[in-house]
């Protein structure tokens, strides 16, 4: 049974920082992707970032330059470090888990946002300004 369980979220002021944590559990899939998503209120769940088992990372434009996703696997945690944090950001975030796809030589291929198997039940981020 996959499990995923997020933590960390909170309230803060613009401009600062949080570093949110998935950790998941009996998740076996190789290759994989791991990302984090987020729904804000009245909106639709976006993208945030995602890293595939080879380690490509990718961020919404949103993001560039102010989070960063990283894991560690001895922990199975997945990580969210929001640097600069702007009242925007305010959302529920969640992590989410899915199989990759081997295309021949090129990059692994992620699920779609909504197409990822596994889910977290969510972090709130508040950010005010």
């Known amino acids: 049974q996959v499990q995923l369980v997020e933590s960390g979220g909170g309230s803060v002021q613009s401009g600062r920082s949080l570093t949110l944590s998935c950790v998941l559990s009996g998740f076996t899939a190789d290759p994989y992707c791991v990302g984090w998503f987020r729904q804000a209120p009245g909106k639709e769940r976006e993208g945030v970032t995602r890293?595939?088992?080879?380690?490509?990372?990718k961020y919404a434009d949103s993001v560039k330059g102010r989070f960063t996703i990283s894991q560690d696997h001895a922990k199975n945690t997945l990580y969210l470090e929001m640097k600069r944090l702007k009242p925007e950001d305010t959302a529920i975030y969640y992590c989410a888990a899915d199989g990759a796809t081997s295309v021949g030589v090129g990059p692994l291929k992620c699920p779609r946002a909504k197409e990822y198997k596994y889910w977290g039940h969510g972090t709130q981020v508040t950010v005010s300004s």
């Open positions: 890293i595939d088992s080879d380690g490509m990372a």
